[in-house]
């Protein structure tokens, strides 16, 4: 089975991010995309949103971009995701600067943390469907050496994703242990977002 077997629709999907491993995880499932990053100010977003939960941030950093994109791309399918962590009453999300996410990554040293990961799908300025999907993931104990050698090493990638980390890459040496889909891990739940493609027959069922 090839991709144009599977993909229903004359234009290709619309990947309303710039994360690499949401890139990733697309293309290896086959799904013809282009990646279009929304133009959104997360913190204004956030800063919005009031005393919510990580889920409802998420949603809402979600629905942000796949929003943004949809207004430019009529009669597109446009999906937008967001992921931010939570451990204990505190939210996180993309780190601002190396420094803070040194702090992070001391702060989850030896700790368990949940990933919130959202994907909204739009098309015509409306959203069709939005889901939140979790993991829980325990860090073990880290040195201050550990730390400063691993942000040495991936550099600003460490202010990519919540976390501090991708999973994928260096960052498994952060992990005790994982509980929870690769996927929703990597920041794009594929088996809801697949079903609902599905649902709207932009994938052969």
């Not at 086959?30 to 100010?41: L, S």
């Not at 939570?86 to 040194?102: D, H, Q, Y």
């Not at 993991?135 to 050496?145: F, G, P």
Request: glycine share 8%.
């Amino acid at each position: 089975m090839t991709s144009a077997s599977l993909w229903r629709n004359d234009a290709p999907l619309i990947l309303a991010s710039k994360s690499a491993g949401r890139r990733q995880v697309l293309a290896q499932a086959g799904v013809p995309f282009e990646a279009r990053p929304a133009d959104v100010d997360e913190r204004a977003i956030e800063a919005g949103l009031g005393d919510v939960g990580p889920d409802a941030v998420a949603a809402a950093l979600a629905r942000a971009k796949a929003l943004a994109v949809s207004k430019e791309a009529p009669g597109r399918l446009v999906l937008g995701a967001d992921q931010v962590a939570s451990c204990g009453e505190r939210i996180f999300g993309k780190p601002e600067t190396l420094e803070k996410a040194a702090e992070l990554l001391r702060f989850l040293s030896a700790r368990r943390h949940r990933l919130h990961s959202a994907l909204a799908l739009a098309r015509d300025d409306a959203i069709l469907f939005e889901t939140v999907a979790h993991a829980d993931l325990t860090m073990r104990a880290l040195s201050d050496e550990f730390i400063d050698a691993y942000l040495e090493e991936i550099g600003e990638t460490a202010l990519t994703s919540a976390g501090a980390y991708q999973v994928e890459g260096l960052g498994a040496h952060l992990f005790e242990s994982v509980s929870g889909d690769h996927w929703t891990i990597m920041g794009l739940p594929v088996l809801p977002l697949f079903d609902a493609l599905r649902r709207f027959g932009a994938l052969t069922a």
